[in-house]
């Protein structure tokens, strides 16, 4: 095996295995002479307990399962690495934000929240982002979301919120979803949870892709220098593709079709040399700056509105490597806020604190010993010496005869580290404080951002969310919360909740004699705990919508090409290999798999046929002329469908003016006038010409737009 200068990967490539001109062995490294028959008294007689083999080969297989997360179970992961642009020196002495010239080897890891490991990849829901960095001065890890705020302020209402939007317990339905009575129950008593609510109904919860979402840490963090002084701050990663999402619609086909759309695709871009990028930005607020803001900076359910302290982009990671064994790297990877290095540390983050207990007791069931830290996928590259010792599965081989300190038959070993050695002070932070159980009024405004979210997004994210709440709304039974929950909207947008309120078939006024409470303790005064109603000072930030992020490129887009025997050679051939000289993923898709035999008698490989390919998997789609193809494709319902689906889904269309035929035949191709000149002046997205040059060019501009969400409510077609 070539050994890689990824410092991790070295590591990783002592505990590779490779059966390549091997025999078969037992555990134990015993050849097998029969894998085929177990040991047996007679042919065809009983199987016999001394048959060690079938035994150990069973016994294994009977443990291969451990716990799955219990939270954020499905995911897929990738290895790569993290550069500086520049000396973070002023505000951070973390080492590996230091020298623009060090690769720090990482490994991410993207899942979804509520689903089983088995989920589908496009379930509305939060997607986790969380990223170790392998440094010099031992792990760190960011472990954040796509979205940059959270549902709870305080950490003890997290069961309770994972109870109520998993399956529900009497009948473990609906999976992978939140449209259901126990979420909406919980969350119409929520009011905390509207600024999370209205990311998780927009089209952040639907990714076109792993690589086109952002990562968010959420809490505010710390930063200290070498001098000791801190900074707040925020952590961003920002997709160099653009944010990207699909329709719900889509997002719900794709389940079906194709379940590991993600994975496949992050896998697939990875194999395929196009290797995903962020940048590393950072929101940083001088200590001193704590309480400039009209929220508080240690609630989780509001962020920094870039309009107030920009994002500062300093770093890049990319992800250049797929693992070699879902198993030994995705599933058993173990992250944890509280893996920090020097010049990193926590705020009082009501939310942050408790998860700095949950993720090591977790690990503890989930692999099963404390020492998980020395699976080679958690192993740090930095050098690991204490005196923690035994526990199951213990590794390490610890052969000095001193397990405590301080010693002196070891003499002293392993020493503290002073700081100016590395060793980790936790920040000096001055804290005077009566014992409390109890939350900062500061934590009482729960719509400001809600509403500031919502007023920041473009006609057609509005009308998503309005969607997306009337179809989960519309999946509670209980009417009561369907009611509690407008109320709710209210407090954020009349509009929206209006809107909502007519698709539920419920007027406003009797929504709004429901109570508007949070939950508090039971001794405390009502009035004093409910929400207070503040005005976001900032009435639209552009940040918050996806509209207007990175639309330049179609590198890695999916494009389909319908063809049937008899296909122009020439349009098809020319408008291929100009995609792909864009970077495109091209695909052939027939009626039938094997080859399609052209116009003038060549054959093309087909690679999915309308069996094997949907066009909810694709991004775009083009039909080349060429007679006999065309007069195919034009009776032909499935290749109808392709058409009438992407339109629907708003993705741009292209036809050789020779293929208008095939166009004219779907639902939309009616409105495409006798003497057209720009198809797209009337079907925005659709071009039709003969020159396939030109074709292209139009083509590729539109395909890097994304989608044409304007046709959703104007040119409705079914399919
Ligand atoms: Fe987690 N979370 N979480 N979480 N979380 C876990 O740890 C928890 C929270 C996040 O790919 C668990 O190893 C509590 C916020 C990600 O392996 C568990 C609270 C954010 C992942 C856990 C939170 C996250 C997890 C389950 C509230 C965004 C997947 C398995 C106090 C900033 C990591 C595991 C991976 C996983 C607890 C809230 C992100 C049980 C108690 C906020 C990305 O420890």
């Known amino acids: 095996m070539k050994k890689s200068t990824n410092k991790k990967q070295a590591d990783l490539d002592s505990n590779k295995e490779d059966s390549q001109h091997q025999f078969l062995t037992t555990n134990q490294g015993l050849k097998i002479n029969d894998n085929q028959n177990s040991l047996k008294a007679g042919e065809r007689g009983p199987s016999l307990l001394e048959d060690f083999i079938l035994r150990e080969k069973i016994t294994h297989f009977d443990h291969e399962r451990i716990p799955e997360r219990v939270v954020h179970a499905r995911g897929e992961a990738a290895h790569g690495y993290f550069q500086v642009y520049e000396s973070m020196a002023p505000y951070t002495k973390a080492k590996f934000l230091q020298d623009p010239a060090q690769k720090t080897p990482v490994f991410v890891r993207f899942s979804t929240v509520a689903g089983s490991r088995g989920s589908s990849d496009l379930a509305r829901d939060v997607r986790g982002f969380a990223v ?25 209402k997290f069961p309770d919120l994972i109870h109520a939007v998993k399956p529900e317990p009497h009948n473990e339905i609906p999976q992978a979803a939140s449209a259901h009575d126990t979420f909406w129950d919980f969350i119409s008593l929520l009011p905390e949870s509207m600024h999370m609510i209205m990311w998780v109904m927009s089209d952040r919860a639907l990714p076109r892709s792993l690589r086109m979402i952002e990562g968010f840490g959420v809490h505010t963090f710390k930063f200290i220098n070498e001098q000791g002084k801190a900074f707040f701050v925020k952590f961003h990663w920002k997709p160099l593709l653009g944010v990207h999402s699909v329709s719900w619609d889509e997002a719900q086909k794709i389940s079906g079709k194709d379940p590991d759309f993600h994975r496949r695709d992050l896998w697939e871009a990875i194999e395929s040399g196009n290797f ?3 940048e590393f930005g950072v929101q940083l607020v001088p200590e001193e700056d704590e309480h400039k803001f009209e929220f508080d900076l240690l609630d989780p359910t509001k962020l920094i509105p870039e309009e107030l302290v920009p994002v500062m982009k300093i770093g890049k990671m990319t992800l250049d490597r797929n693992p070699d064994n879902f198993f030994a790297e995705t599933e058993q990877v173990a992250f944890h806020p509280g893996h920090l290095v020097p010049g990193i540390d926590f705020t009082n983050d009501p939310l942050l604190q408790g998860r700095l207990f949950s993720y090591t007791d977790t690990q503890l069931t989930r692999l099963g010993s404390p020492n998980f830290h020395e699976i080679p996928i958690n192993r740090p590259i930095a050098p690991v010496h204490n005196n923690q010792r035994d526990g199951h599965m213990r590794q390490t081989i610890n052969h000095s005869k001193t397990s405590y300190e301080p010693n002196t038959l070891s003499g002293g070993c392993p020493f503290q580290a002073k700081m100016s050695e590395g060793g980790f002070t936790s920040h000096n932070e001055r804290i005077e404080a009566h014992k409390i159980r109890g939350r900062s009024q500061s934590f009482f405004d729960h719509f400001s951002q809600a509403t500031l979210f919502f007023n920041s997004q473009s006609d057609y994210e509005k009308n998503h969310i309005v969607d997306a709440l009337s179809f989960e709304l519309g999946n509670v039974k209980a009417e009561y919360i369907r009611k509690r929950m407008l109320k709710m909207l209210w407090y954020i947008d009349k509009g929206l909740a209006a809107k909502v309120a007519y698709n539920l078939g419920i007027s406003i006024p009797s929504a709004l004699e429901t109570p508007l409470n949070q939950s508090y303790p039971a001794d405390a005064d009502v009035a004093s705990y409910q929400p207070v109603i503040v005005k976001s000072s900032l009435e639209k930030s552009e940040a918050l919508s996806m509209a207007s992020t990175v639309k330049n490129s179609i590198l890695t887009r999916k494009i389909a090409i319908l063809v049937a025997d008899g296909v122009s050679e020439n349009s098809l051939k020319t408008m291929k290999s100009i995609l792909q000289a864009q970077g495109a993923v091209v695909e052939i898709i027939a009626p039938k798999l094997g080859v399609v035999i052209t116009e003038n008698d060549q ?33 032909d319902a499935d290749a109808i469908h392709f058409l009438n689906e992407t339109f629907k889904h708003c993705k741009a269309i292209a036809a050789d003016s020779a293929a208008l035929s095939v166009l004219k035949a779907t639902y939309f191709g009616s409105k495409i006038p006798e003497n057209y000149k720009d198809v797209s002046e009337i079907l925005e997205g659709v071009f039709i010409n003969n020159s396939i040059e030109a074709l292209a060019g139009d083509f590729i501009n539109a395909i890097a737009l994304h989608r044409f969400w304007q046709r959703e409510k104007k040119d409705k077609v079914p399919a």
């Open 132 to 156: 170790k960095f392998y440094t010099e001065e031992g792990n760190y890890d960011l472990v954040g979301n796509n979205v940059p705020v959270f549902f709870i302020q305080d950490a003890i």
């Open 276 to 278: 995903p990028e962020w």
């Open 603 to 635: 054959e093309i490989k087909v690679d999915k046929s309308f069996l094997t390919a949907a066009s909810v998997l694709y991004d775009a789609v083009y039909v080349p002329g060429g007679s006999n193809s065309v007069d195919y494709l034009e009776a």
